[in-house]
Structure formats: structure tokens, C-alpha cells
């Protein structure tokens, strides 16, 4: 059958309607088809495993047209030496395989194996085969690479080299997971020319005594190299350095517009806070998003706990009214008081869109306080994500988000495990709860909230979702009808609580199933 004449972007459209099963199907059936196919299927690749997945994709990623579909390519390099461990230990086989001996009489590159039984494939030959493919990838914009137990010998340099010549002008995005010794050898590799974001992890390490000049000699710099076109800088740190050098050596980013820091906020792995505080002073006029979160470094069991260097941060920042103006999105932990980060809030009050607030639950008089900073905002876009945690939740309060953040596109509320049992009635099965029957008797129809998501005392993000949870966004998704999600993903479809439509005396309990 002859295939219709029709442009590209008119084939891309009708795609999206099909499953990738039926999309792949139809891979034969013209140019754009097959083209859509192959960029669907190699537009991200991840290494992180031998299997045969990775073995098929090796063999046809060294073919050039195939190689250059891929733009996001991910790099868990750990079980490459594991392959080289294991081989240490394993005896090599003196058995000459046929297929191997016919591939090189006839100069085929050979296929990858897979790990199968006792037999392993060869470390050596996958790398060489993942530097060709690598090679041949020359239109990559994100790439990532976690260097964990990873030995700098000859040949996985050789790789990193080859990702840096392949990609050096198409990449825009760049994350590096190493530990900080690891650092010099893996930044020599990665010089970019239009790099635009740049994500570091220092991973969990026992520190050295030459950290801090790892820190301000090596990384530094190299962040430094790419300021004039980076625009979103991600640093997050495990080590047990401290990090406070690092931050001093940091030159002002002129187009820095997201910056993200989870760092761990005391005396041993941030020693000087300012050092952070100064870096987004220097960076505020042009910062729309900051994000502020807690990592973890291990210390000693027996080792005293460190002392917090978060309200020394919060003191600054608050005693700086040029910090946090003009912010667009918000994510951090409360600063010392409710007060103070009203404070620093109010001077964003008229662009935030977004907020996430943690490790406090509001009290009903503080939410009202909390709200009347954006209620002013009718006529524009207004707040359109929030994340806080309730020391109450109420009929009320759903009222105060619905009257006066109209624009609220996504609500996350953390709560205490008591308020929600007391919703769903874990503990007793006789009549409704108020808040079912007050809830009932509402109907949401002008708010245009899309997302609900219910946490049940945690801030941490976590997939997994509790029964009491899942009903109470089930209920309250029932009386609001534009709700598509819950915390992100499509919601569930349930049996809501039926209080208030039909009469209470008459019916037994059915809340929340």
C-alpha cells in the first residue's frame, strides 16, 4: 500500500496517537515513520548494566546514521569495573568459539554478550565498543556520568575523551557523580564549549587532607570556566568535606537563572554558611529559582553531632533584603521562625509561582497569613504550585486555597497521621466525619486545581502511597472536577465518600474505600 504524501512535522503529530508497539509496527511504512521510530528508540540511552538490551544496542550504535539519533546519554560506569574484578578471578577459557574466529576472518565486529551463568563478558571489549559508539554520537545535549568505584586506567579515559571530541559543541547539559579525590582526573575529560547546565554530586567519601584545596583549586575553577553560558547550576554534596571553600571561590554567574544546593547544614560539611548566602547575593538579580535542601554525610556513630549551621544562613539571609527578590519558584526548608520566612517570602510576593516549603506545619493562623501574601495577585498568573506541610486540615482551609489562590494548579499538604484518621475514619465505622459531610456539600467547580497529593507526615519524596491517603485525594478529587493527577501521576479511580448525597440518617458507611 502506498503510504500517504504528507510533510514531517504532519507524521509526528499522527504518531503521538499510536503506541510505541503499533508505531513500531509501522517502521517500514515510509521515511518519517522510520525516523520517528529509530529517534524514539535512541534518543536516550543509559549504560548502566550488561544485558543483552545493552549488548544489541552496542552493536548498532556503532553504525553512524543510528549513533547521531542519540541526545541524552547516561553512564553508570560502576559495573564496568566489576566486569574487571570479576575477571581477575575468573580463569581465562581456552576454548576457541566459532562465531568469534568467523567474525574476525571476515573483520565483523564482534557481538556484546551478555553476562550469562558462569561466563562474563570482557570488561575491555565493552568499553572499546561503548568509546566507538561514543564516537559516533556527535549531536548528544545531556549527558551524565557517575564515575563511582571506577579505576582512571588508560582505556576508560580514553572513553571519557571520546564523549568530550564526540559532543564537545552539541552538549548542553552535563551531571558528574564522582567521589572528590576522583574529580581532577574526570574534569580533564569534560571541556565543553556551550555547556548551559551543569549538575555536580560528590558522593559519600572519607575525606582527604588535601579536600579543601581539591575543592577550590580544582572544582571551582572549572565551574568558573563555564560562566558565561550557564544558566541552571545544581551542586549537591555527601562528602564529608567541607564544602564552604568551594562555595567562596565562585565567581558571580551573569545568567544564572535556577541554582540548586542540598548540601548538609552544619559545622563539619559547611563550616561558613555565608560563603553560600554571599554566592546567592552575588547571583540575585538574575536568579528565578532556588532550591535549598539537606543531604547526608555519614560521620562516626561515636562521633558528637555537628553543630547546625542553618539558622547562622537564615540570620543572613533575612538581615539581607537584596536576597530572594524577584524569585519565580521557591523550594527550601523554613528559616528559623514563621516570621522570618514570611519576611523573605514577602519580597517575592509578587512573581512566585511556585513554592515548597518543609520541615514545618503550618498552624491555621499562620496559613491564613501565609495566603494573604499572594491573594493580592488576581489577574495574573498568580500561585500556581504549593508544597506545605498543615497542622490542620479542615473544610476551612480547603475554602482559603480555593477562594483565595485561584490559580493553584498543584497542592501538596503534608499532614499529621491523626488528621487523616480522623478524615477516614480509621478508627471507628459509625455515621461520617464532619469534614465528609461539609465536603459533600461543596462542589469546586471554578478552581482549576489539576494536581492533589496527600503526604502523611514526610517531606520526603517517596512513591509510596498509604490507603488513608489514596482515599482522602480520592474524596477530595470527587468534589473537585478539574483534578487529573494525583501527585503527578493519573489519578486512581475510587469510591469516594457519599456523605451529603443522600440522607446522613439513612445510610451506612461507605468513606473512603
Not at 6 to 31: H, K
Not at 295 to 312: I, K, R, V
Not at 366 to 377: D, G, I, Q, T
Request: hydrophobic share 40%.
Amino acid at each position: 500500500m502506498k503510504s500517504l504524501i504528507l510533510p514531517a512535522d504532519v507524521w509526528e503529530c499522527i504518531a503521538a496517537f499510536l503506541s510505541e508497539r503499533d508505531l513500531f509496527r509501522l517502521i517500514s511504512l515510509n521515511r518519517a515513520l522510520y525516523d520517528i521510530v529509530l529517534n524514539t528508540r535512541y534518543r536516550e540511552v543509559c549504560w548502566d548494566k550488561v544485558d543483552k538490551k545493552m549488548s544489541k544496542t552496542l552493536v548498532r550504535l556503532r553504525t553512524p546514521s543510528i549513533a547521531q539519533r542519540v541526545r541524552r546519554l547516561h553512564v553508570r560506569a560502576w559495573f564496568i569495573e566489576y566486569l574487571v574484578r570479576k575477571e581477575s578471578l575468573t580463569p581465562p577459557s581456552y576454548v576457541v568459539n566459532p562465531k568469534r574466529l568467523l567474525f574476525h576472518y571476515l573483520r565483523v565486529p564482534p557481538r556484546i554478550e551478555p553476562s550469562t551463568g558462569g561466563k562474563s563478558a570482557n570488561a575491555g571489549d565493552i568499553l572499546e565498543s561503548m568509546t566507538q559508539a561514543v564516537r559516533l554520537m556527535t549531536q548528544v545535549t545531556e549527558y551524565s556520568f557517575e564515575w563511582r568505584d571506577l579505576s582512571p586506567t588508560p582505556e576508560t579515559l580514553r572513553f571519557l575523551s571520546a564523549a568530550r571530541s564526540a559532543f564537545g559543541v552539541s552538549l548542553r547539559k552535563l551531571t558528574l557523580h564522582a567521589q572528590l579525590h576522583n574529580f581532577s582526573a574526570l574534569l580533564s575529560t569534560v571541556d565543553f564549549e556551550n555547556l548551559e547546565e551543569l549538575e555536580l554530586f560528590l558522593d559519600h567519601d572519607n575525606s582527604t587532607t588535601d579536600a579543601a584545596s581539591l575543592l577550590r583549586y580544582t572544582l571551582a575553577p572549572f565551574v568558573n570556566h563555564f560562566r558565561r553560558t550557564l544558566s541552571t547550576l545544581l551542586l549537591s554534596s555527601s562528602s564529608k568535606a567541607d564544602i564552604s571553600p568551594l562555595l567562596a571561590a565562585l565567581h558571580p554567574v551573569p545568567h544564572l537563572h535556577k541554582f540548586i544546593a542540598r548540601l548538609a547544614f552544619d559545622a563539619a560539611h559547611l563550616s561558613d554558611p555565608c560563603t553560600l548566602f554571599q554566592f546567592l547575593r552575588l547571583n540575585s538579580e538574575s536568579l528565578t529559582h532556588v532550591e535549598l535542601g539537606w543531604s547526608f554525610a555519614a560521620t562516626a556513630d561515636e562521633a558528637p553531632q555537628p553543630l547546625s549551621t542553618w539558622p547562622a544562613f537564615s540570620h543572613a539571609v533575612l538581615d539581607d533584603p537584596g536576597v530572594f527578590v524577584n524569585l519565580q519558584e521557591l523550594r527550601m526548608p523554613f528559616l528559623r521562625t514563621f516570621d522570618d520566612t514570611i519576611a523573605c517570602l514577602r519580597r517575592s510576593a509578587d512573581t512566585l509561582t511556585n513554592i515548597r516549603l518543609i520541615d514545618h506545619f503550618f498552624r491555621p493562623e499562620e496559613l491564613s497569613e501565609f495566603v494573604k501574601l499572594f491573594a493580592h495577585r488576581p489577574f495574573d498568573a498568580g500561585l500556581q504550585k504549593l508544597y506545605i506541610g498543615l497542622s490542620h486540615f479542615g473544610i476551612e482551609t480547603l475554602d482559603i486555597f480555593a477562594n483565595q489562590l485561584p490559580s493553584l494548579q498543584s497542592l501538596d499538604l503534608v499532614l499529621p497521621p491523626d488528621v487523616i484518621a480522623d478524615i477516614c475514619h480509621r478508627d471507628h465505622y459509625v455515621g461520617t466525619s464532619p469534614f465528609c459531610i461539609a465536603l459533600n456539600n461543596r462542589s469546586y467547580t471554578d478552581w482549576k486545581l489539576v494536581n492533589i497529593g496527600i503526604w502523611e507526615r514526610r517531606f520526603t519524596d517517596t512513591s509510596v502511597m498509604v490507603s488513608d491517603e489514596r482515599s482522602l485525594m480520592q474524596h477530595l478529587a470527587s468534589r473537585i472536577p478539574s483534578v487529573r493527577t494525583f501527585r503527578g501521576e493519573p489519578k486512581y479511580e475510587g469510591r469516594p465518600c457519599l456523605a451529603g448525597m443522600e440522607d446522613a440518617s439513612s445510610r451506612s458507611l461507605n468513606v473512603l474505600n
